[in-house]
């Protein structure tokens, strides 16, 4: 490097470095003021959902109940024919503070509520909503990316006392035994070996039970597309393929006394899915960056970033979707939401679809009753403590299993402890 270069290349780095700053402050503010984007679209992470159509009204002329400007967990009851919907992780594999991996909650009038995915860093949002643990024992997992699935150690962790229950899990076989839901499982519990063992005796250890319901991969085809999977309580839910590299990646259709919702994981936009979601009054689908936002955000060749892109859905191809689909509201989610992403995202699916839609960020909230569908965010504690436990129904606490002696502590670092003097 000649003396020119060794001055003006640090010169350049410094300006444009500068100007890359400059366009895209560092933000630490939580929350965010609410700003407007250029396109006319709240700043994500301030409190308003990324929508335009916050209410979609599906009767015309109909009484419509009146929600407050937040939903604020234990101060809102669900009315017998309403259904919520809650982005409980709206984001990507690179957990953010503010966007945890993929997870979204669906909750009924009748009480039933199921959880879709548990990707990594979404149980605290999920937990933070105070719904007591044995409540949340119902899993239906889109596939086996960790950023779906990576928050189950949480999740399944009964913490001994708020859950004493097993924790059931649905999802697809895989072309082999080891790729299917009930081997995840399996191997869950048998990594977590040294956790329950180590309980057993100290507190309640029947949360630690996970029990798959794995359904078959194989009867999936062009005369069989989707299959009844869950048929339980008036609640009926659909699995059906989905185009995402491996057998066994599928989406999910629940359908509950006339209201519906769909969600279908990640995937390259098909027909297929799109006719499998038709009609739903929300359908959540993915929506991912493009390749050179990608790339250079996440630090990553292009070529490598674009090969993930070409495994997921782009924004003008999910307004393709949608337009076969015609939700009453489509939901993009799995997006990389910053304030200059989303215009871009709105722009793409608004230049092949032109029905209400709306980017999912954590904790988005969507009440859906036969009149309208409603999206707010939620406000939550961040130092939230676990809802209380419900008692069980004979009103007896539940009985330890025997202590396990073999393999505790030995007692020569016992023997070590410092006590309080008597
Ligand atoms: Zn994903
Ligand atoms: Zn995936």
Same mark, same amino acid.
């Given at each position: 490097?000649?003396?020119?270069? +060794?001055?003006?290349? =640090? #010169? ?19 929350? &965010? ?6 396109? +006319? ?35 809102? %009851?669900?009315?017998?024919? %309403? ?13 953010? &503070? ?20 548990? +990707? +990594?860093?979404?149980? =605290? ?34 913490? @001994? ?35 329950? &063992? ?8 029947? @949360? ?5 319901? %794995? ?98 859905? =782009?924004?003008? #191809? ?36 032109? @029905? ?19 999206? &707010? ?17 004979? @009103? ?27």
């Amino acid at each position: 490097m000649n003396v020119k270069t +060794g001055i003006i290349l =640090p #010169l350049l780095a410094f300006v444009f470095g500068s100007v890359a700053l400059a366009e895209e402050p560092t933000d630490y503010r939580f929350p &965010r003021e609410c700003t407007m984007t250029p396109a +006319g679209y709240p700043v994500p992470l301030c409190g308003k959902p990324l929508t335009k159509t916050p209410v979609v009204i599906k009767k015309e002329g109909a009484a419509l109940k009146k929600y407050p400007e937040h939903f604020i967990p234990e101060q809102e %009851e669900l009315a017998a024919n %309403e259904m919520r919907i809650t982005a409980v992780g709206s984001g990507n594999p690179p957990v953010r &503070r503010g966007q945890a991996s993929t997870s979204w909650l669906v909750e009924l009038g009748n009480g039933d509520k199921f959880i879709f995915d548990v +990707g +990594g860093g979404t149980v =605290p949002a999920l937990w933070s909503l105070r719904i007591p643990l044995a409540s949340l024992d119902k899993l239906f997992v889109t596939h086996l990316h960790l950023d779906h699935v990576g928050g189950i150690l949480n999740l399944w962790d009964s913490m @001994g006392w708020a859950r004493n229950t097993p924790l059931h899990i649905w999802g697809s076989s895989g072309s082999t035994p080891e790729l299917g839901v009930a081997a995840f499982a399996d191997h869950v519990q048998k990594a977590a070996a040294w956790h329950t &063992r180590s309980k057993t005796g100290i507190i309640p250890t029947g @949360g630690m039970e996970l029990i798959a319901h %794995e359904f078959d991969a194989a009867q999936f085809s062009p005369d069989n597309p989707r299959a009844v999977i869950y048929d339980e309580n008036d609640v009926r839910i659909y699995a059906f393929p989905v185009d995402h590299l491996l057998v066994g990646a599928v989406g999910y259709r629940l359908e509950w006394q006339g209201l519906s919702m769909a969600f279908t994981g990640d995937s390259v936009p098909t027909r297929q899915e799109a006719e499998q979601s038709k009609g739903v009054d929300v359908f959540i689908h993915e929506l991912f960056i493009d390749a050179p936002t990608f790339a250079k955000r996440n630090n990553m060749p292009l070529q490598i970033a674009q090969n993930v892109v070409d495994e997921h859905t =782009p924004a003008d #191809l999910l307004g393709r979707v949608f337009s076969i689909a015609e939700p009453k509201l489509g939901v993009g989610t799995h997006y990389f939401t910053n304030e200059y992403t989303i215009d871009k995202a709105f722009a793409g699916m608004a230049s092949t679809y032109d @029905g209400p839609v709306a980017i999912a960020q954590d904790l988005m909230v969507i009440n859906v009753t036969p009149e309208q569908i409603v999206t &707010r965010m939620a406000k939550t504690d961040l130092l939230s403590w676990a809802a209380p436990a419900p008692r069980p129904a004979d @009103g007896k606490r539940p009985e330890l299993e025997p202590y396990i002696t073999e393999g505790r502590t030995p007692q020569w670092v016992i023997d070590t402890g410092i006590k309080r003097k008597k």
